[in-house]
């Protein structure tokens, strides 16, 4: 079956590699893992993203999650992108589908994909060097990256809020805030929160652990607290939705934004 969805050839390379030794390579030596990412088995694979068999079927999962047509849903982030970005983060970036969507639309821009998973960055840096794409990747926690404040134009978030609890999607929207310039764009795609609210067998079948609090939620609402301005949501696809929003000159307490 994996040879049929993944191909044969490329099914071949995964099984060569040496997953721990490329690994190694991404890996930072003093990062922990939280205990809410290590702790889950993400679509019923025992141990999650960090199990090298997340990266390997990843691409496959997202194809039927993301319907009608996955490809067809990333590039609706890629349209609603207002800014002519130099720098771009794309946040939580897996195995880096839209991260080369970014790159292919803004060549002249520096474009990053950090993930937490050491072997979701092999595949992603895997698909960059086929398509001839000079992309960095770095391995970091969403929530707390390495980042400056101000130093990124454009930062998006694809399919990673509903697979982190409440509390850590509102601490990852508050990180976008601080390394965004001020009239940075932020751009969330995931799943649509009001019909998950009544697809819960959906969300049962893909096994996902944080999806039903997810869906409970409001994203729109997340972002405002984190301080940005202009949100507004739009529904794509079947059961997907993007929703966007703009950091301030000025932000909530008066203070010109850095």
């Known amino acids: 079956m994996l040879r049929v969805l993944i191909g ?9 590699l040496n997953w721990q030794t490329q690994s190694d390579r991404f890996r930072q ?3 922990i893992y939280p205990h809410y990412y290590s702790s889950q088995n993400y679509h019923g694979i025992e141990g999650g993203y960090l199990n090298p068999v997340a990266a390997i079927t990843y691409d496959v999962v997202a194809a039927y999650t993301a319907p009608p047509n996955e490809t067809w849903i990333r590039q609706q982030l890629i ?16 195995t880096g589908s839209a991260t080369l969507m970014l790159k292919q639309a803004f060549p002249q821009a ?6 937490l998973s050491p072997y979701m960055l092999i ?3 895997y698909k960059a060097q086929l398509a001839g794409l000079n992309i960095n990747w770095i391995h970091g926690l969403a929530e707390a990256t ?3 404040e101000a130093d990124f134009d454009l930062v998006t978030v694809s399919f990673l809020l509903h697979e982190t609890p409440v509390e850590i999607s509102q601490l990852i929207l508050q990180e976008c805030f ?17 019909r998950l609210r009544h697809a819960k067998w959906l969300i049962d079948i893909f096994q996902e652990p944080y999806s039903k609090v997810y869906a409970a939620e409001s994203v729109n609402t997340w972002i405002g607290e984190a301080g940005f301005e202009s949100v507004k949501t739009e529904y794509i696809g079947w059961i997907d939705q993007i929703t966007q929003g703009i950091k301030p000159i000025v932000s909530k307490c008066g203070c010109e934004s850095l």
């Open 8 to 16: 044969k050839k490329q099914l071949q390379f995964y099984d060569t």
């Open 79 to 94: 349209a609603a992108i207002d800014c002519q970005p130099r720098r771009i983060l794309d946040l939580g970036c897996g």
């Open 110 to 115: 520096v474009v990053i994909g950090l993930d």
């Open 123 to 125: 595949v992603a840096e």
């Open 178 to 194: 601080r390394i965004l310039k001020p009239e940075g764009e932020l751009i969330i795609l995931d799943g649509n929160q009001k």
């Open 146 to 148: 390495p980042f400056k």
């Open 29 to 31: 030596p003093d990062l």
